[in-house]
């Protein structure tokens, strides 16, 4: 896998702001979640600065501020609307350091080292990766999820994920390429602002939006 492969092709994708999901259990209206804390309050709460920890959220929510500042009218602004009702899935800063690695065949030391390589790939193709991990349109809990095997996600980006549920609790998401592991969601980091209508969940990998 190539920087500049990557960039081409994943640059390359169409980005909407409108999307489906197909096949998913969602919640009766009567146990809806009705809550409008969005998930950037989330990804802020507990700073915006990188750290030691691999396991948390520096590096995506480096991107989503990267994104914004310089393309404040992005779709990838929805995530900081509470009131629209969307999942996202996270990569940890670990995800992102194994996906720097496959980019530049080496390990950077730190955080700040892997989203330099990431914002390396320009702001387009940052935005496009990150709209492939936000399904608009639905609040999938992890109890959906388990129920939802076969799933396919549309999503902002307009390319689909699919749910592949292997065991009452592992489920993994099978995204564009077909040659490199597929993320699997995080146990210890699901249901992420449950209550509100925006949800998350950890992954263990970075989602890729194209065959590389």
């Given at each position: 896998m190539s920087h500049r492969r990557l960039a081409l092709t994943a640059g390359a994708l169409a980005v909407t702001t409108l999307a489906t999901v197909s096949s998913v259990s969602t919640a009766s209206a009567a146990t809806a979640p009705t809550g409008t804390s969005s998930l950037a309050s989330v990804l802020l709460a507990d700073g915006d600065t990188f750290d030691r920890d691999w396991s948390d959220y520096d590096v995506v929510t480096q991107a989503v501020l990267a994104v914004l500042d310089a393309k404040p009218g992005s779709p990838v602004a929805v995530l900081t609307d509470g009131t629209v009702p969307l999942t996202a899935f996270l990569p940890d800063d670990r995800a992102f350091r194994i996906l720097a690695a496959d980019v530049?065949?080496?390990?950077?030391?730190?955080?700040?080292?892997?989203?330099?390589?990431?914002?390396?790939?320009?702001?387009?193709?940052?935005?496009?990766?990150?709209?492939?991990?936000?399904?608009?349109?639905?609040?999938?809990?992890?109890?959906?999820?388990?129920?939802?095997?076969?799933?396919?996600?549309?999503?902002?980006?307009?390319?689909?994920?699919?749910?592949?549920?292997?065991?009452?609790?592992?489920?993994?998401?099978?995204?564009?390429?077909?040659?490199?592991?597929?993320?699997?969601?995080?146990?210890?980091?699901?249901?992420?602002?449950?209550?509100?209508?925006?949800?998350?969940?950890?992954?263990?990998?970075?989602?890729?939006?194209?065959?590389?």
């Open positions: 530049t065949g080496h390990w950077d030391r730190d955080e700040a080292a892997v989203f330099a390589t990431v914002a390396s790939l320009g702001i387009d193709t940052v935005e496009a990766v990150l709209l492939y991990h936000v399904v608009p349109g639905a609040t999938i809990d992890s109890a959906a999820a388990l129920g939802s095997d076969g799933a396919a996600l549309r999503t902002a980006s307009g390319g689909t994920v699919e749910v592949d549920v292997l065991s009452r609790r592992v489920v993994r998401l099978q995204d564009a390429d077909p040659s490199d592991r597929d993320p699997f969601l995080a146990r210890r980091q699901l249901d992420l602002n449950a209550g509100n209508v925006q949800i998350a969940h950890g992954l263990t990998a970075v989602l890729r939006p194209v065959d590389l």
